[in-house]
């Protein structure tokens, strides 16, 4: 086989939680350019149509659902919606996440109520995923969006990096469960040139360039989506085939 392959999804279905836009929209492209046929997910159903016309434009198939992942039962539908497409899974990506009113919290300034938001979305939404897509595949990959947030401490984003972090930790649980027939990885993207991103540090998209007076990147950019796409069709392809429990920091050298 040559290496190219490697990367190839041909033949495979994937899901992608929180797809209708930024990230989640560049992994579900990225997948169905690597030939994988995708269920998209998002509680917005303009945006995932959208996203659909572009993955079957590529000659892939694309089926939404429209599905909040937070509330009770929440996955339900998408499992239903999945056991109908084919016998086994085969990728599965927890991607849905963010800052739920896009509002910087110090610690100290967080409710409960805000916290709770913010750990649901961000961590239990993780777990819950997990726990779907391990009851839908035989074989196959599961891809847990973290964050370079999880790392240290982050003033006026301590609950989103608490739950990132916590993502990390039950990433590698998750992998030691679910081997050796299901591979579970992270990936924590730096700085992305997304809406959300941006009101959480209180810049506007036009001025998306001043993000680098914030953090010093080395390579010189904002991440993209398509880049965050690209590092997800790695882990979903046999080419990390013997990669498991890690999270892979795409991040522009931040």
């Known amino acids: 086989m040559r290496i190219l392959e490697n990367f190839s999804l041909h033949g495979k279905l994937a899901v992608v939680t929180g797809a209708g836009r930024g990230i989640g929209k560049g992994i579900a492209i990225a997948l169905a350019q690597a ?3 995708v269920v998209i997910s998002a509680r917005t159903k303009s945006q995932l149509e959208g996203v659909a016309a572009t993955i079957r434009a590529l000659g892939q198939k694309c089926e939404i659902c429209v599905a909040d992942l937070v509330a009770p039962n929440g996955l339900d539908k998408l499992e239903d919606l999945i056991a109908k497409q084919a016998d086994s899974l085969d990728i599965w990506v927890n991607n849905a996440g963010g800052l739920p ?3 910087p919290r110090f610690l100290t300034r967080t409710s409960p109520e805000q916290w709770d938001a ?3 979305l961000n961590l239990k939404a993780v777990w819950a995923g997990c726990v779907s897509a391990a009851r839908l595949m035989n074989t196959g990959a599961i891809i847990n969006l973290s964050s370079r947030a999880a790392l240290g401490g982050h003033l006026k984003n301590g609950p989103y990096s608490a739950a990132k972090a916590g993502v990390n930790s039950l990433t590698e649980t998750f992998a030691l469960e679910l081997a050796p027939g299901i591979r579970v990885n992270a990936l924590a993207p730096g700085p992305i040139a997304t809406t ?5 540090i209180g810049i506007a998209k036009d001025q998306a360039d001043d993000v680098l007076k914030h953090f010093p990147i080395p ?3 904002l ?5 965050i796409g690209a590092a997800a069709v790695f882990l979903a392809s046999p080419a990390s085939s013997w990669i498991t429990g890690q999270c892979l920091y795409v991040t522009g050298g931040f």
């Open 101 to 103: 009113d896009a509002t």
């Open 35 to 37: 030939g994988a046929d």
């Open 223 to 227: 991440g993209t989506p398509e880049d």
């Open 219 to 221: 390579l010189g950019r």
């Open 196 to 200: 959300n991103m941006l009101e959480s």
């Open 118 to 120: 913010q750990v649901d």
